[in-house]
Each structure stands twice: as structure tokens, then as C-alpha cells.
């Protein structure tokens, strides 16, 4: 069992960046897959970026390649999302997900967090 808490969200303009978190519970944290996700209103939530159990390899949604860079610090059982240039289509609840084992781009990780908002103005 995990227990995942996102932080860093908040409203910037169009280019700006920021860094979400995502703390995690449990002694076996480097056990874990970690992804985020994002969920826009009146859309379906979407993969963003994905990590593996000690950081060695990620991947990305096309649309954010190149400008959010997924990383994480097993010491502190953390995982960050930086989230540069940021575009208006960004704005969405962005969600934290841990999946024991192998990365995945399927929102089939079985652990969540509460999410936090991130909003992008032109």
C-alpha cells in the first residue's frame, strides 16, 4: 500500500513554468513505477510522463516532450514533474500514480493521488 500527495500546482501564464510533487508513503518506494497523469475538464484523463523504479529510463506524452521532464529522488520518496514553456491546453488536474513493478502509459497504476490543479492563462 501507498499513499500519494501532490503539491506545486497553481495559476501561471503561458510560458511560465513549474514543478509539481508528489510525496509518497511506504518503505518500498523504489519499488514503484511512478506516473502522472491529468485529467482536463470535460476530457478524459491522460498520460503525461512515467518513471521507472530508479529513475533509469521515463517516457512522455508527445505533447509534452521536450518541455516536462519527469524525475525522481527515491531517498526522499518523492516524485517531480517540471513543467516548462507551459501552454494554455496544459490546465488540467494533474494526478500522481504508483504501479508496483514496470512502467506504463495505462491509467492501470493502482494507487492515486488527490491531484492538484494547474491552470495556464494565454
Do not use: H
Not at 521532464?69 to 488536474?93: C, F, G, W
Amino acid at each position: 500500500q501507498v499513499q500519494l500527495v501532490e503539491s506545486g500546482g497553481g495559476l501561471v501564464q503561458a510560458g511560465d513554468s513549474l514543478r509539481l510533487s508528489c510525496a509518497a508513503s511506504g518503505r518500498t518506494f523504489g519499488g514503484y513505477a511512478m506516473g502522472w497523469f491529468r485529467q482536463a475538464p470535460g476530457k478524459e484523463r491522460e498520460f503525461v510522463a512515467a518513471v521507472t523504479r530508479v529513475g533509469g529510463n521515463t517516457a512522455y506524452a508527445d505533447s509534452v516532450k521536450g518541455r516536462f521532464t519527469i524525475s525522481r529522488d527515491n531517498a526522499k520518496n518523492t516524485v517531480y514533474l517540471q513543467m516548462n514553456s507551459l501552454k494554455p491546453e496544459d490546465t488540467a488536474v494533474y494526478y500522481c500514480a504508483a504501479r508496483y513493478g514496470l512502467l506504463t502509459k495505462t491509467d492501470t497504476y493502482p494507487y492515486w493521488g488527490q491531484g492538484t490543479q494547474v491552470t495556464v492563462s494565454a
